[in-house]
């Protein structure tokens, strides 16, 4: 019988996952923090340090659409190239001529829905 992972077991997988994709994309704290929905900076560095805490409904939607984003990116580009991507400037309409990242960084949950659906209708 497969045993279904406990809340904390997620939270525990879906923090190690964020902050290994931030540190790779080489995010600041306060940037990490806006991507997690700007939590206290005392619960940030708590998740940081020991990858365990309760989180929210808005902050678990935010680490999964973060993860489809990064399996996305690494299913279409190299690893250069979906650093590259992340960060260069975007012409298209959704990002304003803004780099995906910077677009993510507004801190809206919305703009991270939004990335991860197109690059998930890019991948087809």
């Not at 790779?24 to 940030?44: A, C, K, Y």
């Not at 990858?51 to 279409?76: E, F, N, P, V, W």
């Not at 190299?78 to 960060?87: D, G, H, M, S």
């Amino acid at each position: 019988m497969v045993k279904t992972p406990t809340e904390a077991e997620k939270a525990t997988a879906g923090l190690t996952a964020f902050f290994s994709i931030t540190d790779e994309w080489g995010l600041s704290n306060d940037q990490q923090r806006v991507l997690l929905g700007d939590p206290g900076r005392t619960t940030f560095f708590d998740w940081k340090k020991t990858r365990h805490g309760k989180l929210s409904r808005d902050t678990i939607d935010r680490l999964s659409y973060l993860l489809g984003i990064y399996k996305a990116l690494h299913i279409l580009f190299t690893e250069k190239t979906a650093q590259e991507w992340l960060t260069n400037p975007n012409a298209d309409p959704l990002f304003g001529g803004l780099s995906p990242l910077d677009y993510l960084l507004n801190g809206r949950l919305a703009a991270l829905y939004e990335v991860r659906r197109y690059l998930d209708h890019a991948r087809g």
